[in-house]
């Protein structure tokens, strides 16, 4: 049976066949014949998407029939544990650096191959030198700082935590580092404390220090959190669209949620009087009037700043801060004040239960397939392939 939130899609969607067959100026029939073929009317269109809403739904319970014992799980992670494990090191990339040359009418000149490699040699050698200050005692930013540009050094020198990749897997390790820098993270005898310069091509050098991995028995995969979101006040371009916010507004932006938290720790600092200061003054229309709860999300699909926060080794429910909040072109347009009000499935486990589900649903739908062979008829295959 269709759930509640499966007829909300259908519903959802055939209004917006309304709506665009509107701005397309046709009937709903001839903007889904357009779309679809000479076969297709809004009675048929109705019917295929509410088989297919409800199939997947049905796939996603029939998945969630697939439970595992707790030997089951501990097996599969003896399996599997460089894929399943966090992972914590730190990295500094020494990008090289050639001069900047410019041609009579001002037009860039590309520097050649031999100033290339030339640069490349030394960023190779402030790499090794970096290499050299750490096992010599001196703390990794401290380090990088002396050797990276003038302009990421800062970074370095007032954040000691500053490119220190905390509680990542190995499958997240792989995908996000260039594969030797990956390779050398994930070799299983690296010890706490290793540290080594590797080159990255057309690039420069990554220095990279293993600091340890664990199976992460801290580390949860989805959270509930309550979000109040404070977007700064924009003046708007020619066009009438809105302008990236200056650096004054984007600062009263910030001294309003920092008000905020004020607020809250001032009075009961409670679930209940954050929701309250939610339904006051977030931005956010989706949940304000729920008091900015947002159940069961899960860390891939959220920011990376607020990731970074409330998936943060140390948080526990009850905490509150504020992160920066970005629009879709990543560009920041506000804050937002979090407070984190519990932890769901520890994050290995997560991960763990997925595969394991998704090979033993494979396996039967394979079995159903072959109870219920489907063929194209002779008047299916003259339908075009649109």
């Not at 041609?103 to 050299?132: F, H, L, Q, R, Y």
């Not at 990749?165 to 690296?190: E, F, Y």
């Amino acid at each position: 049976t269709l759930s509640e939130a499966g007829q909300a899609s259908v519903d959802q969607n055939l209004n917006y066949l309304t709506m665009y067959s509107v701005q397309s100026g046709l009937t709903e029939d001839a903007y889904l014949k357009s779309a679809y073929g000479d076969n297709m009317n809004k009675s048929i269109f109705k019917e295929l998407l509410t088989q297919s809403i409800l199939a997947d739904e049905y796939a996603q319970v029939k998945a969630e029939t697939f439970t595992y014992s707790d030997e089951e799980m501990d097996a599969y992670y003896k399996e599997n544990a460089d894929s399943l494990d966090t992972y914590d090191y730190r990295v500094c990339y020494i990008n090289y650096q050639t001069e900047e040359k410019t041609d009579e009418e001002g037009n860039t000149i590309e520097p050649t191959e031999e100033e290339i490699d030339a640069a490349m040699k030394e960023a190779g050698a402030s790499a090794k030198a970096m290499v050299s200050d750490v096992r010599s005692g001196t703390s990794f930013n401290t380090a990088a700082a002396k050797y990276v540009a003038e302009t990421s050094a800062t970074a370095y020198t007032e954040d000691p935590d500053y490119n220190r990749q905390k509680d990542v897997l190995g499958s997240t390790v792989s995908s996000s580092l260039s594969s030797d820098v990956s390779a050398w993270i994930l070799d299983a005898a690296r010890s706490a404390g290793d540290i080594t310069s590797i080159e990255i091509e057309n690039s420069g050098y990554c220095v990279v220090q293993f600091l340890g991995r664990d199976k992460g028995d801290d580390s949860y995969q989805t959270a509930t959190y309550r979000n109040i979101q404070i977007l700064a006040k924009t003046d708007k371009n020619d066009d009438g669209t809105d302008a990236a916010p200056t650096e004054e507004q984007l600062n009263a932006a910030k001294e309003k949620a920092d008000a905020i938290v004020e607020m809250w720790n001032d009075g009961d600092a409670t679930a209940d009087t954050f929701a309250e200061l939610a339904a006051k003054n977030s931005s956010d229309e989706g949940t304000k009037e729920n008091g900015g709860l947002n159940e069961d999300a899960n860390r891939d699909n959220l920011s990376s700043a607020l990731t970074s926060w409330l998936f943060d080794r140390d948080r526990k429910a009850g905490d509150v801060g504020v992160v920066e909040y970005t629009d879709s072109t990543g560009t920041v347009v506000g804050y937002e004040v979090i407070y984190a009000e519990g932890f769901g499935q520890i994050r290995w486990e997560y991960q763990a239960t997925n595969t394991l589900r998704s090979d033993d649903y494979q396996t039967w739908y394979a079995e159903v397939q072959e109870n219920y062979p489907a063929e194209l008829t002779e008047k299916g295959k003259e339908i075009p392939n649109l």
